[in-house]
């Protein structure tokens, strides 16, 4: 008779043919209920749809600054939709820059479903999108993500000279954060989603970190292992007592503050 440890190792290397969707499904919490008629955005926040393929639309909004050299690509983090960032993504803009704030598939308005691999897939084609379409070439372009939207702010920028990119309580890796969640026993049902990590050693652009010291959703140590493991220039900033989603609240002079001075020090 199988002792009941062995029994659930079976199970679990059974299931381990399925961990991509289990995966996707525990990372991803989309809204698509609660998002914004276009005659209720803000003035100079523009609605536009970024086609992915020939089935993808993803919902985007274009926040044009007139003369801006420079702009922002915006990735959120797992919940929601990108329609609640729009304070964010005007704050951004008042840095005269302007700001493409992304959403992902199955998110708000867009069609498809969520998945590491599709995120990577609509971040690619917001790059080529601000590119191709609005003008602004590689070296004019920064790229913002913050929790689980700097995994798709990482892939895109790999292999391109950018001008500078913002990580916000950035992941280690799938695993690790499964692990730190409780979940160790199974954490390698995660195999290697949303590797941070191992991706951030092929960085080359300024990256600018920032993570506050509780945060209870992406603990801090895993933003400062990701901030030792880029080789290029950097900074690391500390938001003291903040949490995964109140660094601009907590102090917003710091969190504030370093993005504007990152934006001048490496817009061209």
């Known amino acids: 008779m199988k002792s009941p440890i062995t029994a659930v190792s079976l199970l679990l290397v059974l299931t381990l043919s399925r961990c991509a969707p289990l995966v996707n499904k ?29 089935k993808i639309r993803i919902q985007c909004y274009l926040l044009p600054c007139p003369g801006a ?3 922002v690509l915006y990735f959120h ?7 609640r960032r729009i304070p964010e993504l ?18 708000g308005k867009s069609s498809g479903r969520p998945s590491e691999k599709g995120i990577y ?15 602004f070439s590689q070296e004019h372009v920064f790229v913002m993500g913050r929790s689980i939207g700097t995994a798709a702010a ?3 920028t790999m292999k391109k000279h950018i001008a500078g990119l913002i990580l916000v309580t950035p992941l280690t890796n799938g695993r690790a954060y499964a692990s730190a969640h409780g979940l160790a026993l199974i954490s390698f049902l995660a195999g290697g989603a949303f590797d941070n990590l191992g991706k951030a050693k092929r960085l080359t652009c300024p990256v600018l970190v920032i993570h506050g010291t509780i945060d209870g959703t992406v603990p801090y140590d895993m933003g400062r292992k990701v901030f030792e493991a ?3 220039e950097k900074k ?16 917003p002079k710091a969190y504030w503050g370093s993005m504007r001075q990152f934006l001048a020090d490496h817009s061209r």
């Open 69 to 71: 050299k420079n702009i």
């Open 26 to 54: 525990l990372a991803f919490l989309p809204d698509t209920a609660n998002t914004l008629s276009v005659k209720d955005l803000p003035q100079n926040v523009h609605e536009v749809y970024i086609n992915e393929g020939s």
């Open 90 to 107: 005007q704050k951004l803009r008042a840095d005269s820059v302007a700001v493409l704030g992304v959403g992902y598939r199955g998110y």
């Open 230 to 232: 880029i080789p290029a």
């Open 77 to 83: 983090g797992n919940a929601g939709n990108i329609g």
């Open 121 to 135: 897939k609509d971040a690619e084609a917001a790059f080529r999108y601000a590119c191709d379409s609005l003008g």
């Open 236 to 251: 690391f900033v500390t938001i003291e007592g903040g949490d995964h989603n109140d660094l601009e609240d907590k102090d």
């Open 154 to 156: 990482i892939n895109v």
